[in-house]
């Protein structure tokens, strides 16, 4: 065998072909036989053959033992691009990219020649731009937004052409991938650059195009949640990750639009408040309320049509521009229920929100106002979330060709997929999806996605959306959807795998998940990975397997126990033993926070449940405490706002509780965890006398409050309306202490009730607790009745709870102490 060792761009490779035995070339030997030439020239011409399959050549050399031999050409007088994408110069962008790398790469950079003249590009060269295209880099697939690029060998010159300039720049960062960079968080701690002092390339001709026009992942809350350098850092990172700056028309139609509409119109509001929608307030009376609006009046109607002209008439716009506006109703529910609105619905109740699906009135109310333009306007296009009440595919009215979809299903599980089966709730968003799939390939509707990558309202506990991304992003791309928008927390000690895997499927959705996961984990952990690997696929299965589906905190004791936390610190150990750089243990500690919180957090619970209230404080402190040291070690590792969600949703329970657990007051007693449940409205409760002390309790059933979830009960409440009861034994003397009930949360207005006598209400304070004095009610020596009713006010508090979701318990209080009570008044 002949041994041929090549070096390559990566790595130096051996290869073996096959030889034959030569006959050795004596002076004085016999002559050549012209058998043996022939034999001789099929073995050199099958050698040539096998060696140009076996071993790709290099196209040319950058840099060679650390000396530069190449050049980089670009055309001059290079200007930052318009419309569709960053400020920032994108061929000078590329040829600092460039020499960065190369120069952390081996210490070399490149030297740079401006020129318009191709005759004078030289090799070994990388061409850029305009001359690029002038050689023959011109890309063979086109995009929407202008990203296609071409990476095409011709002899020593890699050339780099594209739609735009923009288009150059992504495919500069695809080379550098192929040459071993990779950039997996944001900051200097996150780029992967492999150490040599000879960096070649392989010949190549490949054309890229993304799956999704738009592909945006854009941190949330402004300056007061993520500085200016931090917001810089990510950026960067974006535009590594080929991640576009590019929006379709189709998104100037996202929002939640009617507040605006009824401020610029308020006067006609005011004039006629029949525009308002008639909705219920506080008390359950009808009455014409904003922020909704009442979509069937014509005057809406007309007034959303003249506001379109009126832009295109002050802009100067030509009437067949092609532009977005939005229609979409205000954040929350309270949606009309006038006989007219009522008219056009389909009648059905939205499942998440429990109140009237209003996807009929959307589409409708869409139609009218591309009616009322008329075609003059021929390419304005409107649309709305498919969001909340409103996220529905419509039964009656067939949408317009230029009506927008923008799926936001923020009320469906946070920890599955909409490909997964085995959720409850995804299969509804998912079959709505594919009805529009269906209209869009018949009549064009722009499909959009806006989404989120955390899991809402809580970002502080261990997470991961690998799968999630994994399954759906490849479901978008076969429905046709044209943009990813996705709204981000700023926490890559969590998110970090997750926001990696997500931009690499936006530009090209056929790579798979676990594929992807493990590059990731080789990347950012060396010799670590097989474990930190293991940690981040129990973690996905622990969410797909866990068959929970309540979102925020609530389901977190039910998906995670001790022995996960135990396993992964495990793993963590492992990953950081066999580490072998500072960077790759650096960047696995990163992950080490979230799993320390998971800990104190089931300290936490683990107290709730026992009612050890000062215990639970500790540990509530304590994932504070974790999150601050791992923000002052790098605040692109922890969500600002995590510790503003521990402090909105639970501290007011946490410290209430303790106050009225410890003297002056004393801890008189637990409500059970179980409690006779009925589900009913107010008015129909009363009715059936819940609220007295005797009623025929058929209609109660138990139903766990604190311990669990609603939706891992597979309980439902039309308007989330729920009644409990229980009976109290109070002795004969209560030794001149006053009685008072403590309701730890609920979702979210609570009313209570004792012995068939009114106590009180809470008023709408969703996740926060309540203090009702039962005093005057009570009845020493006997079994008192309490009844209590909770009714959920608001249709897009946190999925899968309702009712009572925190321990509550009965306390006394010494006489006059009452006046420095909360105590809740009806």
């Known amino acids: 065998m002949i041994e041929l060792r090549i070096r390559r761009s990566l790595d130096m490779r051996t290869y073996r072909v096959p030889s034959l035995r030569l006959l050795a070339l004596h002076s004085d030997g016999p002559p050549l036989t012209m058998q043996f030439m022939i034999v001789r020239g099929i073995f050199l011409a099958l050698s040539v053959c096998f060696l140009s399959w076996a071993i790709p050549a290099a196209a040319q050399t950058l840099v060679d033992e650390g000396r530069p031999v190449a050049r980089i050409y670009l055309a001059p007088g290079n200007k930052a691009e318009a419309a569709g994408h960053d400020s920032i110069p994108p061929l000078e962008t590329a040829v600092e990219e460039l020499n960065y790398h190369l120069l952390k790469m081996s210490g070399a950079q490149l030297e740079v020649i401006l020129t318009n003249n191709v005759e004078q590009v030289r090799g070994p060269a990388i061409v850029l731009g305009t001359l690029a295209r002038k050689l023959g880099a011109i890309p063979t697939k086109k995009s929407e937004s202008g990203e296609a690029f071409r990476l095409m060998t011709r002899g020593d010159q890699l050339l780099i052409g594209g739609e735009s300039e923009a288009a150059v720049l992504l495919g500069v960062y695809a080379l550098l991938e192929k040459v071993g960079c990779e950039w997996v968080m944001p900051g200097v701690i996150g780029e992967i650059i492999p150490q040599r002092d000879t960096v070649s390339l392989p010949q190549m001709d490949e054309t890229q195009v993304p799956d999704f026009a738009m592909r945006k992942l854009w941190y949330r809350g402004g300056q007061k949640l993520v500085s200016m350098t931090e917001k810089e850092r990510f950026q960067q990172w974006m535009r590594r990750q080929r991640g576009g700056t590019f929006e379709p028309v189709a998104k100037q139609t996202e929002g939640h639009y009617w507040q605006e509409f009824i401020r610029k119109h308020q006067a006609q509001f005011d004039e006629d408040p029949t525009m308002y929608a008639l909705r219920r307030d506080a008390s359950g009376e009808l009455k014409r309320l904003g922020p909704q609006i009442e979509s069937t009046h014509p005057l809406v109607i007309e007034l959303m049509a003249q506001d379109i002209r009126e832009v295109f008439a002050k802009k100067g716009w030509a009437k067949d521009r092609k532009v977005g506006f939005p229609i979409g109703p205000a954040d929350g529910v309270g949606f009309s229920e006038t006989p007219e609105a009522l008219a056009v619905g389909s009648g059905t109740v939205d499942a998440a929100s429990g109140v009237m699906d209003q996807t009929e009135q959307m589409v409708l109310l869409a139609n009218r106002i591309f009616a009322a333009l008329g075609e003059e306007y021929p390419n304005v296009y409107l649309g709305y979330y498919s969001y909340g009440a409103h996220a529905g595919y419509p039964q009656r009215y067939r949408p317009h060709p230029r009506l927008v979809q923008i799926f936001a299903p923020i009320n469906f599980s946070r920890y599955h ?410």
Request: net charge negative; aromatic share 12%.
């Open 417 to 826: 997929s909409v490909v997964d089966d085995t959720s409850r709730s995804q299969g509804r968003y998912r079959e709505v999806v594919e009805q529009w799939a269906v209209l869009s390939a018949k009549q064009g509707n722009p499909l959009l996605y806006r989404g989120y990558n955390w899991n809402l309202a809580e970002n502080i506990l261990p997470y991961t959306k690998v799968r999630i991304w994994g399954e759906e992003l490849p479901f978008y791309q076969r429905m046709g959807l044209i943009g990813l928008n996705v709204e981000a927390t700023k926490a890559w000690g969590i998110n970090g795998p997750s926001d990696w895997m997500f931009a690499k499927l936006a530009w090209d959705s056929s790579r798979d998940w676990k594929d992807l996961l493990h590059e990731y984990c080789v990347k950012s952990f060396g010799a670590g990975a097989p474990a930190m690997e293991d940690y981040f696929l129990r973690l996905a299965e622990r969410q797909h397997a866990a068959g929970q589906e309540a979102g925020s905190y609530h389901a977190i004791p039910l998906i995670f126990d001790r022995q996960f936390v135990v396993a992964a610190k495990r793993d963590m150990r492992e990953a950081m033993r066999k580490a072998r750089t500072a960077d790759q243990r650096t960047r696995i500690a990163h992950f080490r926070p979230a799993i320390e919180i998971l800990d104190r957090f089931l300290d936490y619970h683990e107290a709730t449940m026992r009612f050890d209230f000062p215990a639970a404080k500790l540990a509530f402190e304590g994932m504070g405490d974790v999150w601050q040291q791992a923000y002052d070690q790098n605040s692109d590792i922890a969500a600002k706002e995590g510790p503003q969600y521990l402090d909105r949703f639970i501290r007011p329970f946490v410290d209430t509780a303790v106050e009225y657990t410890v003297a002056p007051y004393g801890f008189f007693g637990p409500l059970p965890d179980q409690l006779q449940t009925a589900f009913a409205s107010r008015a129909e409760g009363l009715r059936l006398h819940f609220d007295r002390m005797q009623t025929d309790e058929t209609a109660f059933s138990p139903t766990s409050t604190f311990s669990t979830t609603w939706d891992a009960q597979r309980l439902t409440s039309p308007g989330g309306s729920v009644w409990y009861r229980h009976r109290i034994p109070l002795p004969d003397n209560m030794n001149g202490e006053q009685l008072a009930l403590f309701l730890g949360s609920f979702d979210d207005k609570a009313t209570v009730w004792l012995n068939g006598q009114l106590v009180g209400s809470s008023g709408r304070q969703f996740s926060k607790p309540a203090i009702f004095d039962l005093t005057d009610q009570m009845v020493p020596g006997s079994d008192n009745i309490l009844a209590i009713h909770i009714e959920r006010r608001d249709g897009i508090n946190e999925i899968g709870i309702g009712g009572l979701f925190r321990p509550s318990f009965l306390f006394t209080f010494p006489k006059g102490r009452e006046e420095t009570l909360p105590f809740a008044q009806d």
